[in-house]
């Protein structure tokens, strides 16, 4: 596990800006979740969000390999990011493949860290302690 | 087959598969569409890879949102909101509710926002009508709010309700405590005298209210 990202996340921005022949792909679980979780309906939605600096306070969180890749010897690492928009905590995970040159946003959904503005203001306030995020 | 090969892995060829999935709008309006997405066999990759399907969804939403808006408009007939009166207020051109509410015109998603705020706290139209004086609308506002406060606790066994702000030197928590018995008693007994060394003027704006 690292403790910086392994990707230049600035590279990833400036491919979620590319609205023609976009090397940004995501997946299905990631797209349902953004659709549920931030009522981002489509891919370009997505894309547009993150483009326009919509993770904010974005906060590294871990980088792991690739479970599904299909080709070890070529290992591919996947930065995990949490952010907030507006009263939400998110988690976004992506990863690069120098083979294919695309980016994939493996995840986009709700942090399981969530949440709510109470609970965070009850930590603050060290009213209750609390139980973070792996 | 496809001949594509998956940007995820660059290894697997993409199949491409049909799938439906369900949309659904804030009003509770929810539809099943088909399409087709990609799948990778190598490394199970799935979805619209390509932004393919953005379209297609975009003009689902877009039905939607226009059955949204009449349905919402339907029942502002029975909230005794008068269209015109409303398309006045919201310097809307007129007939332009009616419209909408006949889907002769598909409302913009900035217009369906408008109406479902609208739906929600129809008392915005009062603060549009005093052209949006800051004083005026929080007056609407909190009237509102009361009126709201005091319908939920109607029907349910809350014997008091009471409000208030407890507050450290950095962070503020403001607090709505519906009395219902020992066990809600025992909740906020709990946070006050956990927190009583971080609470500053706690007291001076307590609300109370006795059903």
């Given at each position: ?134 | ?57 975009q003009d689902e939403y ?30 809307l051109p007129q ?117």
């Amino acid at each position: 596990m690292l403790k910086q990202p392994y990707h230049d996340f600035d590279a990833f921005l400036k491919a979620c800006k590319v609205r023609a022949r976009s090397r940004v792909v995501v997946l299905r679980k990631a797209q349902d979740d953004a659709r549920n979780d931030f009522g981002l309906k489509t891919s370009g939605e997505i894309l547009r969000f993150i483009a326009n600096g919509g993770l904010e306070q974005l906060e590294f969180i871990n980088s792991k390999l690739w479970e599904n890749n299909p080709d070890p010897s070529r290992p591919v690492i996947v930065d995990g990011y949490e952010f907030v928009s507006r009263m939400k905590r998110g988690y976004v995970a992506l990863m690069f493949n120098k083979v294919t040159g695309y980016w994939t946003i493996k995840s986009f959904h709700i942090s399981d860290n969530a949440n709510l503005p109470f609970v965070d203001a009850f930590k603050k306030a060290g009213f209750i302690s609390g139980g973070d995020n792996e | 087959m496809s001949k594509r090969i998956c940007p995820v892995c660059g290894i697997g060829a993409l199949e491409k598969i049909l799938t439906s999935i369900t949309l659904s709008d804030p009003s509770g309006i929810e539809k099943t569409i088909e399409i087709s997405e990609y799948k990778c066999p190598a490394c199970e990759a799935e979805g619209d890879l390509f932004g393919e399907n953005d379209r297609v969804i975009q003009d689902e939403y877009k039905k939607m949102r226009a059955e949204a808006v009449a349905s919402m408009l339907e029942k502002f007939h029975s909230k005794k909101i008068s269209l015109s009166a409303a398309e006045r207020v919201l310097e809307l051109p007129q007939r332009t509710l009616s419209k909408w509410k006949n889907k002769s015109m598909v409302p913009s998603a900035s217009a369906a926002l408008l109406i479902r705020y609208v739906n929600l706290f129809p008392w915005l139209l009062d603060v549009a009508d005093n052209k949006f004086n800051p004083k005026n609308a929080q007056q609407i506002h909190v009237t509102a709010a009361m009126r709201d406060l005091c319908e939920m606790t109607k029907g349910s066994d809350v014997t008091s309700l009471s409000a208030g702000i407890v507050e450290n030197l950095n962070n503020a928590v403001f607090y709505v405590n519906m009395e219902k018995g020992i066990t809600q008693r025992s909740i906020m007994d709990t946070v006050t005298s956990a927190s009583t060394g971080l609470m500053v003027h706690s007291g001076a704006c307590e609300y109370s209210y006795e059903t």
